[in-house]
């Protein structure tokens, strides 16, 4: 290799090969590098995109950034199937492999604690979302209704607006409880801005859970036999993924 290094994640060695057709950033294949019984998967990047300015550069482009991530997200999903990975930062790039063993010796004592704590187990993301109700556009009172009439009914609409965001909100709230109660571990995330996701309704529950991947299929049911519960209420299951929320690990780049 001649170019940077990019790192994907760290991870045990493992026997089952990747794809062949796989490609990851830029393009390029993945690479094992390894380095006292740990493994770092790398692809080369050139310089002239993934040195420290133009990355900077290039992370304000979103276009770039939404095709680098769909790469970094394509390789840590092929690892998920053979391995436990630790995903590293998108955009973690290193000068060399030397720079890679560095780090992976710097920090080994912490990937070896992450790996045992995680291995056999992936990560659940659940949202639950509020519909937003469809009403009618608010008219100013005319000669078939009087004023009053018009205020009574803006504060019933704002009532049941109300009402449907607590009820919302308690279903959300005894769901994650019951999902916690049955993962390992589990995480609870800022809600979701609806400008940034293009979701419909209102964002009220952003968890992730830690669930061995032997109890995946009974989880995936708890989730499912939700769903229908409350009318208005949208639930989200996704994964299973790589345990990001997690592995407490993130890059360090040199380049």
């Not at 990851?24 to 990047?45: I, R």
Request: net charge negative; aromatic share 8%; proline share 5%.
């Amino acid at each position: 290799m001649t170019g940077l290094r990019y790192v994907y994640a760290v991870c045990r060695p493992f026997g089952t090969p990747l794809q062949a057709e796989l490609t990851g950033v830029a393009g390029a294949p993945p690479k094992q590098l390894s380095h006292h019984g740990l493994v770092a998967v790398v692809s080369e990047v050139p310089a002239e995109d993934f040195a420290e300015e133009p990355l900077r550069a290039h992370l304000e482009d979103l276009e770039w950034l939404t095709a680098t991530a769909r790469a970094h997200q394509s390789v840590i999903d092929a690892l998920t199937v053979v391995t436990t990975p630790l995903p590293l930062r998108l955009g973690t790039v290193f000068q060399d492999d030397s720079s890679v063993r560095v780090m992976m010796e710097a920090r080994e004592e912490a990937f070896r604690r992450t790996l045992d704590r995680l291995d056999g187990r992936v990560e659940w993301g659940v949202k639950v979302y509020a519909e937003t109700e469809q009403t009618e556009p608010e008219r100013s009172p005319g000669k078939a209704a009087s004023g009053r009439d018009y205020l009574r009914q803006r504060r019933q609409r704002n009532r049941s607006h109300e009402e449907m965001w607590e009820n919302s909100e308690r279903f959300a709230g005894r769901l994650h409880h019951t999902l916690a109660e049955y993962a390992e571990d589990s995480r609870l995330h800022a809600p979701q801005n609806p400008a940034l996701s293009r979701a419909s309704g209102r964002n009220v529950l952003n968890a992730a859970y830690l669930v061995p991947r032997s109890d995946s299929e009974e989880f995936v049911e708890k989730v499912d036999r939700t769903k229908d519960e409350l009318s208005g209420v949208r639930v989200e299951l996704t994964g299973p993924w790589a345990a990001y929320s997690f592995s407490g690990i993130d890059g360090e780049a040199d380049a």
